[in-house]
């Protein structure tokens, strides 16, 4: 027998109500890089795919439900949740820390409510920290077999041998997203309770446990799981081997390994209304205990025109590489629309008050051949003679730009094998040469620990970690 659910996190939801069109509201779609004006279509896009599957009949939403904590926001989402729950379908949710509002230096939340208006943003009834467990209670905490009161955590039977645990991680709201120590020995203890009862456990929560990169971990630790290295070892002891994750807005799947060969995978799901807006199918074998994991998005966005584009060209469209890739064509024809177009990613000011100096940077930058960065390092890239004569013709800049296209849907376009892959290690692998020798201390606090220039980019090149950051199969 086979049991099937969904997983979607990160709607941001932003209700109709909250916005009038302006800049105010544009600009926070470009600062977010989200669909934000879009997302009750995009919404009701993936609920019309979840309905339409008959073999599944319950979604799982892992936090920032909302964009910024407006009741206005929560009560326009929960009718989306209703409904669902009117045809039948079960809805569970944890929250964080978009879904609710700073309240007086009792967190360390930095988000307010706010309506947007035609030229400015003002505030709005906010929903507070204490208030989403009950605002919520009735999509997943109602139907668990156990709720942890202090972090709104809970613990649920999906099916025959298979136990949820979904966390609620808002912690102090910035600086330590996780469990404190009471909420801990309940996850402790529930992992416990199922496994004696014979179930599989999974858990769902948030914050990333292992970073989509060493990197992200290095610089942005904070946003990481509050006590991620602690998990990971109960995890590991336990046997627990997988946890569903968000907030990176990143399509990503990553392999946890203890130096005693226990292991977990941590699978980051996009956010969904950005980069290409995807979720999770998952299902679970209830005799061979094998869950398999695939990937869906949307051809559609309900309720809007997009201008003829699909919905992941219309949600690509707004993300800051995208932005930057659609506004391209008007470097050399249209100055004053290209700077339109880069808003917020480029530094608007200053194109306008230098526009010769930057034109010739950017068309410069426009105008660079593959062969350039390849002669750089040509001592390490092992290119030969007939690569090097293609890369003379090969413009750098779109190359450079499907690399930084896949940061957020996954699965990096270049493989060992491409002379993109050649080009792009030996840059950094004679940076990596001349790191060693002068010990530049600037770049040595950039670099995660023990990593070099080389080892983060290919993370990045392509999917050096489980092969499909879309889908995977895991035997609990």
Request: net charge negative; with cysteine; glycine share 8%.
């Amino acid at each position: 027998m086979k049991y099937t659910f969904y997983l979607l996190t990160d709607p941001h939801y932003l209700a109709p109500e909250s916005w009038v069109e302006g800049e105010p509201v544009n600009g926070r779609e470009r600062g977010d890089q989200i669909a934000l004006k879009a997302t009750p279509g995009i919404f009701d896009s993936f609920a019309e795919k979840f309905l339409a599957d008959e073999t599944a009949d319950t979604l799982l939403i892992t936090g920032d439900l909302v964009n910024a904590g407006a009741v206005t926001d929560h009560e326009s989402f929960k009718k989306r949740l209703d409904a669902l729950k009117a045809k039948g379908k079960r809805v569970w949710v944890t929250t964080a820390t978009h879904d609710y509002s700073s309240q007086g230096g009792r967190d360390e939340n930095i988000f307010g409510a706010v309506r947007y208006i035609e030229d400015r943003s003002e505030p709005a009834e906010s929903v507070y920290k204490t208030e989403l467990l009950p605002l919520y209670y009735d999509y997943g905490p109602a139907d668990a077999d156990s709720v942890h009161e202090e972090s709104g955590s809970y613990s649920a039977k999906l099916c025959e041998g298979l136990r949820l645990i979904m966390i609620n991680d808002n912690g102090n709201g910035r600086s330590f997203c996780g469990l404190f120590a009471d909420g801990v020995k309940w996850l402790s203890d529930e992992i416990d309770k199922a496994q004696n009862a014979g179930e599989k456990v999974i858990l769902a929560v948030h914050h990333p446990v292992i970073a989509p990169w060493e990197i992200y971990r290095h610089v942005a630790d904070f946003e990481m799981y509050g006590g991620y290295k602690d998990l990971s070892r109960l995890m590991c002891e336990k046997g627990v081997r997988v946890i569903f994750t968000g907030h990176t807005h990143v399509q990503n799947i990553r392999k946890y390994e203890d130096e005693n060969g226990n292991y977990f995978y941590d699978v980051s799901t996009v956010a969904m209304g950005s980069a290409c807006g995807k979720m999770r199918k998952i299902t679970f074998d209830t005799e061979t205990k094998v869950l398999d994991v695939t990937s869906i998005g949307i051809e559609t966005i309900k309720g809007l025109d997009t201008g003829g584009k699909s919905a992941s060209e219309y949600i690509y469209g707004l993300n800051f590489i995208g932005l930057l890739e659609n506004s391209l064509p008007y470097l050399r024809t249209d100055w004053n629309r290209f700077v339109d177009g880069v808003r917020g990613l480029l530094p608007t000011d200053q194109l306008k008050a230098h526009p010769a100096l930057w034109k010739k940077a950017l068309k410069s930058a426009d105008n660079l051949k593959m062969s350039t960065p390849a002669k750089f390092g040509k001592k390490y890239n092992g290119l030969g003679k007939e690569e090097i004569k293609e890369l003379k013709s090969m413009p750098a800049l779109p190359e450079i730009i499907k690399v930084i296209k896949h940061i957020y849907p996954g699965n990096g376009p270049f493989g060992p094998d491409t002379v993109q892959y050649k080009v792009f290690t030996g840059v950094t692998r004679r940076v990596d040469h001349i790191q060693e020798k002068l010990h530049i201390k600037k770049l040595a606090e950039l670099l995660p620990e023990g990593q070099t220039l080389t080892d983060v980019l290919v993370s990045f090149l392509y999917n050096d970690r489980t092969g499909d950051d879309d889908a995977i199969t895991i035997q609990l």
